[in-house]
């Protein structure tokens, strides 16, 4: 297969060139580098299955060639990106998800759309199934992103029911693992980071919030089996093991061996409460269900931001 990848310098979608060439397929990745970074598919350079194409998907796109796939993985994705970079957020959601569904279309391409448990708001159904509509504020400072992906997905099913393109949508639960940003601000790299420079843990509100953390790896193959062998309804991929913020700051002061403090910030506007993916359809679609526990994921990132070096990890100017 030759598939391209949009989004292919940030932290899943270089993630994702390596599982599709691992498998002998070609990729042509493209990013803009508004939060990806070159250093994430510098060891594909050279590499004659992989190209590589700087350009922004939410302006008109040409790929030359025949494309089996279109997997759209581009958009900012942490919280503090949506308040810098709001309107970006809201064109590669919209626009350019519209871009990449026309691409697909004129290649015959299956087209996947990177969606986002985001797409459930501050839900009100715990776990959330891919049955509930949501609880989202789309005035909000989230509401760039949620509101953004829920167009992508509306529009992708329209494409699928209008034009009968192959289609697919994941909606992806928080996700960490090596090649996050050192200052990317979610919680994970944001705990590690803070560990390994020996700053105090920042909590947002009282940490009794809770999120349930999926590891790169298990992430990625959910992902590359929901486009090898799923359907067009949306899927969750993610964890369904739920912790509390606090928790995962206990766990990251345990297994850094750092010895700081963890001091309480304001809790961000419209911040989910619980988040918890009902992961039923993964597993009996896709016969997929994670296999990394938080100690051994939490254990391997530590790992990748120690091996960054200090001068990396030290605190935005
Ligand atoms: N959070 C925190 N401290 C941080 C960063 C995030 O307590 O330094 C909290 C945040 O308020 C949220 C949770 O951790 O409740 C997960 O935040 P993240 O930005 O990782 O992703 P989200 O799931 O909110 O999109």
């Known amino acids: 297969m030759r598939v391209l990848i949009t989004g292919a310098a940030g932290f899943l979608g270089s993630h994702l060139c390596d599982r599709f060439l691992a498998d002998g397929h070609r990729v042509v990745g493209l990013d803009n580098f508004i939060t990806g970074h070159p250093d994430n ?6 590499n004659d299955r992989f190209e590589f194409i700087r350009h922004n998907i939410s302006t008109f796109t040409y790929i030359a060639g025949e494309l089996d796939g279109v997997l759209h993985f581009a958009s900012p994705a942490s919280p503090i990106d949506y308040l810098e970079v709001p309107i970006p957020t809201l064109k590669v959601g919209a626009l350019g998800t519209h871009n990449a569904l026309g691409l697909a279309k004129a290649k015959g391409a299956r ?9 459930y708001g501050d839900p009100l159904v715990h776990p959330q199934p891919e049955s509930y509509w949501g609880n989202v504020n789309p005035v909000g400072p989230r509401g760039v992103y949620d509101e953004a992906k829920r167009f992508a997905e509306a529009m992708t099913m329209a494409y699928h029911r209008y034009h009968k393109l192959d289609t697919r949508i994941v909606r992806i639960f928080n996700t960490y693992g090596p090649r996050m940003r050192p200052h990317d601000g979610r919680v994970v790299s944001n ?9 105090p843990l920042t909590i947002y509100g009282d940490g009794s919030q809770t999120r349930s953390f999926c590891y790169v790896s298990d992430e990625i193959e959910g992902i590359y089996r929901l486009f090898m062998h799923g359907d067009a309804q949306p899927t969750n991929i993610g964890n369904p093991e739920e912790f509390t913020v606090r928790q995962l700051a206990e766990l990251v002061i345990e297994l850094t061996g750092c010895n700081v403090p963890i001091v309480q ?6 911040d989910p409460k619980v988040r918890r993916p009902d992961i039923t359809r993964a597993r009996t679609m896709l016969g997929w269900e994670p296999t990394i526990s938080l100690r051994d994921g939490v254990r391997a990132t530590i790992e990748y931001f120690r091996s960054l070096g ?3 990890l030290r605190p935005r100017g």
């Open 191 to 199: 705990f590690i980071v803070q560990a390994l420079t020996g700053q």
């Open 111 to 119: 087209f996947f759309l990177a969606s986002t448990s985001e797409v």
């Open 265 to 270: 910030k304001p809790l961000p506007e419209d």
């Open 41 to 46: 598919i510098a060891h594909l350079i050279g």
């Open 310 to 312: 200090p001068d990396r």
